[in-house]
């Protein structure tokens, strides 16, 4: 909890607070950043995990509201010092149209920026993604790539399209003048797919491992890499880049970091089973049991019974062809840039990420029983 020996004095708003990774931003937030005074979180559905935090030395504000609705949003950000504007709609499956994607994506974060500038909030951190960059349709690897790597970004899908579009504007916005004179300090984090207690896909994945007599088939070749970091290293993160934005302004403001740490590069279905081995999964096969002209028949049959079945039932199957192309596609980041422009490290080592995620679905294993 907050070191009483500093003034607490900043007030700081994280949108999407009850999200995956906004829970682990807060929870950081009030064990590392020791100049706080008041946490408001902001999210368009409240977790009841919230009441226990109400009770440190750190006035907790839950605010039950949307970023769509600029109103609420700068009703919201009104006094605040810093944003971390982590909500978002993260949706690759076809649950959520388009129209709406972009509407929580590009409009919130244009109500959020505009809710900084009307307010008088001088910092913004966003949260980005490395879809920002790729995997492209075309199947291109990026290997070992930095913020630099020159790379063909082609967004067809909505989701990523939405998350460019709304970085753009963040670090288009760097230098307004906000309420009060003072220019606006924004930045972007870029995480890779991220991982940890919470992780939704990964419940799914175990789940399903369940229902298939504890074994999954392996569908996407072991040589294909993904770069997955732990959502503990995320949210430190974020509140070292909301802490040192205010001290390094002119280096920081308007720049993007990708979110990594020493997580091992492996293919996506590789590095899941570093969590559902020891949960008691087993991964069927060394090479894809299918052909991968034949997953693309099964992805696309996907899509069309999506469309079919939209107006009943919304059919929405881990396989589609943007995540088949997703998981098929070599994406790596190797950089140093957070650590060069704010002494970014990874707070938790890879064993103790991985021993965290292994707690955390054994427990939940044992709460299904
Ligand atoms: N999960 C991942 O692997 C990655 C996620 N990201 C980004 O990180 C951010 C957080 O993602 P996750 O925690 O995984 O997703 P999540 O779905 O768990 O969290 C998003 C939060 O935003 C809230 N939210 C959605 N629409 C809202 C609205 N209209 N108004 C207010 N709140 C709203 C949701 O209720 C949820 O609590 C997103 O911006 C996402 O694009 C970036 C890279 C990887
Ligand atoms: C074909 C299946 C056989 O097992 C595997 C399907 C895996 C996919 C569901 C995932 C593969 C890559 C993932 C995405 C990637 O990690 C990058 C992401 C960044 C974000 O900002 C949001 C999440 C995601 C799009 C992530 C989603 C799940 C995959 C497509």
Redesign the pocket.
């Known amino acids: 909890m907050a070191d009483s020996a500093q003034a607490q004095e900043l007030v700081y708003l994280v949108t999407g607070g009850c999200g995956f990774l906004g829970e682990h931003v807060v929870r950081m937030l009030l064990q590392q950043e020791p100049r706080l005074r008041e946490l408001r979180i902001f999210d368009l559905h409240l977790g009841p995990w919230l009441e226990e935090l109400k009770t440190g030395p750190v006035q907790v504000t839950a605010i039950q509201g949307d970023v769509t609705q600029a109103h609420e949003v700068a009703a919201a950000v009104a006094g605040a010092h810093v944003v971390i504007h982590t909500a978002g709609l993260?949706d690759?499956f076809g649950r959520a149209s388009p129209e709406t994607i972009h509407a929580v994506n590009v409009q919130g974060t244009k109500n959020v920026i505009e809710a900084c500038v009307q307010t008088g909030t001088q910092f913004l951190v966003y949260t980005s993604?490395?879809?920002v960059v790729g995997p492209n349709i075309k199947g291109h690897p990026f290997y070992r790539g930095n913020e630099d790597t020159p790379y063909e970004a082609a967004h067809r899908h909505p989701?990523p399209r939405s998350?460019a579009l709304a970085e753009q504007l963040v670090l288009e916005a760097n230098g307004r003048k906000v309420r009060g004179g003072q220019p606006l300090v924004t930045c972007a984090l870029r995480?890779?797919?991220i991982y940890g207690e919470g992780h939704q896909?990964m419940r799914d994945l175990y789940h399903q491992g369940l229902r298939l007599g504890g074994r999954l088939f392996r569908?996407?070749p072991a040589s294909v890499e993904?770069g997955r970091v732990y959502v503990g290293n995320v949210a430190w993160m974020h509140v070292l880049v909301a802490r040192e934005l205010q001290e390094r302004a002119a280096l920081m403001g308007g720049q993007v970091y990708f979110c990594y740490d020493k997580s091992p590069y492996k293919s996506?279905?590789d590095f899941n089973m570093e969590f559902l081995g020891p949960c008691g999964l087993r991964l069927v096969g060394t090479r894809p049991l299918l052909p991968y002209w034949l997953?693309m028949i099964l992805a696309v049959l996907n899509a069309l019974l999506q469309w079919l079945l939209r107006p009943l039932l919304l059919y929405a199957p881990?396989?589609n062809p943007y995540?088949?192309a997703?998981?098929n596609t070599t994406f790596t980041v190797s950089t140093d840039k957070a650590q060069r422009h704010f002494g970014y490290e990874p707070l938790f080592s890879w064993e103790e990420s991985r021993t965290r995620t292994v707690r955390w679905m054994q427990t939940m294993d044992s709460s299904a029983q």
Do not use: F
Request: aromatic share 8%.
């Open positions: 993260v690759v993604s490395m879809e989701y998350k995480p890779t797919g896909i569908a996407i993904h996506y279905e997953l881990l396989l995540t088949l997703m998981a």
